[in-house]
């Protein structure tokens, strides 16, 4: 389930303009590094040409610009925060690609019925900013036609730790942002019984990396 306006997160406070600022700066220096780095590399090995790609917690668009660089036909960025919308729609602008790239702002599991369907879906370091993973997961799935690309952390117990450390900041700070650890094998089971297969895993240190393919339709899981 969706969580009601007054309990969901403030993505806009986690996620600020100096913030998505930053990134767009260290991204025009030196490129897309890290695991979007290798969610791209992913994505491009499938044969990127021409199709859609819906980009999922898109942040600055990164991804979807790198995309689009590829071959892509169009790209449609979602996000919850401002500063990230703003800042990735008048990068897109002054790269003249506002005809084929497009961002829109709010929850996506709220949003996901009114986006159209896309060949490529991505959700980079997005499970472990929502709640609710298995209605995320649902939603990614139901809008992917063809290839689901995901990262997000090692469902270990030092990681697992580290976020409760991290949450704990973020209460005292008064922030109602938190970070997840989802359990793993939950969230391949439920992307396998979407009709999917996984083809790519790359585990590193924190973050795991992986690629699945669609091999038959099935209706979102209730």
């Known amino acids: 389930m ?5 309990c969901q997160p403030d993505y806009d406070a986690a996620f600020d ?3 998505a600022r930053r990134q767009l700066l260290a991204y025009r220096r030196s490129g897309p590094e890290g695991t979007t780095r290798r ?3 992913a994505m491009r090995t499938d044969g990127i040409s021409q199709a859609t790609v819906l980009d999922v917690g898109a942040g600055i668009g990164v991804i979807g610009l790198e995309l689009i660089q590829s071959g892509a036909a169009a790209v449609t960025n979602v996000d919850a925060a401002r500063a990230q919308v703003a800042v990735g729609s008048r990068e897109i602008e002054r790269r003249g690609l506002a005809d084929r790239a497009t961002f829109h702002l709010g929850d996506f599991v709220a949003i996901a019925e009114r986006l159209e369907p ?7 370091r997005v ?6 993973w298995a209605s995320l997961v649902d939603a990614s799935t139901d809008r992917t036609r063809r290839v689901l690309g995901l990262v997000y952390p090692n469902d270990r117990w030092w990681i697992r730790l ?10 005292l700070s008064g922030q109602s942002f938190r970070g997840y650890v989802h359990p793993e094998r939950k969230i391949d089971e439920r992307i396998r019984a979407a ?16 690629v699945y393919e669609r091999v038959r339709y099935q209706p979102a899981a209730a």
Do not use: M
């Open 2 to 6: 969706t969580p009601p306006p007054c």
């Open 17 to 19: 303009a100096k913030s």
């Open 39 to 41: 969610l791209i590399d």
């Open 118 to 124: 896309a060949d490529i879906v991505t959700l980079h």
């Open 127 to 132: 499970v472990c900013c929502y709640g609710d």
């Open 162 to 171: 580290a976020i409760r450390c991290g949450n704990l900041a973020l209460r």
């Open 195 to 210: 009709g999917f297969e996984r083809r790519i895993r790359h585990r590193g240190w924190v973050w795991q990396t992986l």
